[in-house]
C-alpha cells in the first residue's frame, strides 16, 4: 500500500512538476482502493496496523479509502487483555473513538462483507486464524439511531430483537459502499 501510495505520490509531482506550482503538498490526492484491495476487502478484509486511515462521514459511518467499511478487531487470544465479546462496528462509537486516541499493538481489519463471519487471528502460542460469527457493536446503533435503537429508552428484549435482525449486506443498503464524490 505504501508503493502505491508513494508512486501515486511521485506521478502527481511530476505531473504538477511541469507546472511549476509552488506548494505540492497542499494537493489532496485522491485516496481510493485499488482492485486487489476491493477483492481483499469484500472476501476476508483489509489489516490495518491502526486507525489512522479511517474516517468518519458526516453521517458518523466509518470509511476507509473512499469506501464505508465495517471495522472489527482481528487479532484474538493472548495478545489482548479484556476479554469482551467480539463485536464488529460500523459508526463512530465511543469505543472506536478511544481506539483511535489509543495506539494498541493488534491488528484490525475493515471488510464489505455481506454477511456475519469474520477472519480473525488467534494470538497464542501458535497464531492461527480463524472464522467467527461476530454481532453489530450496540453503541454502533445507537449512533446511527439504527431502526430507533436506543440503549436507554428501550427494553433489553427490544435493543436485542434490534441487534441480532442486524446485517451487513442491508447496511450497506442504507449506507452505500462507495462514498459519494
Ligand atoms: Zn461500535
Not at 131 to 137: E, S, W
Amino acid at each position: 500500500m505504501d508503493f502505491l501510495e508513494d508512486s501515486a505520490l511521485t506521478e502527481l509531482r511530476l505531473r504538477i512538476g511541469a507546472k511549476l506550482l509552488p506548494k505540492f503538498e497542499s494537493v489532496a490526492l485522491p485516496e481510493l482502493l485499488n482492485a486487489t484491495e476491493l477483492s481483499v476487502i469484500a472476501s476476508e478484509g483489509i489489516e490495518l496496523e491502526d486507525l489512522e486511515l479511517i474516517r468518519v462521514e458526516g453521517d458518523n459511518t466509518l470509511s476507509f479509502k473512499g469506501y464505508r467499511v465495517a471495522l472489527y478487531i482481528r487479532d484474538h487470544g493472548l495478545v489482548r487483555e479484556e476479554q469482551t465479546l467480539p463485536v464488529f462496528h460500523v459508526a463512530y462509537c465511543p469505543i472506536i473513538k478511544s481506539m483511535k486516541e489509543n495506539k494498541r499493538l493488534y491488528r484490525y481489519a475493515v471488510t464489505h462483507q455481506e454477511d456475519e463471519y469474520f477472519t480473525l487471528n488467534w494470538i497464542g502460542e501458535h497464531t492461527s486464524r480463524f472464522t467467527q460469527q461476530l454481532t453489530v457493536c450496540q453503541r454502533c446503533l445507537s449512533v446511527l439511531k439504527w431502526d430507533h435503537f436506543d440503549m436507554h429508552e428501550m427494553s433489553k428484549e427490544a435493543q436485542l430483537l434490534i441487534v441480532f435482525a442486524f446485517t451487513l449486506k442491508v447496511f450497506f443498503t442504507r449506507y452505500p459502499k462507495k462514498l459519494a464524490v
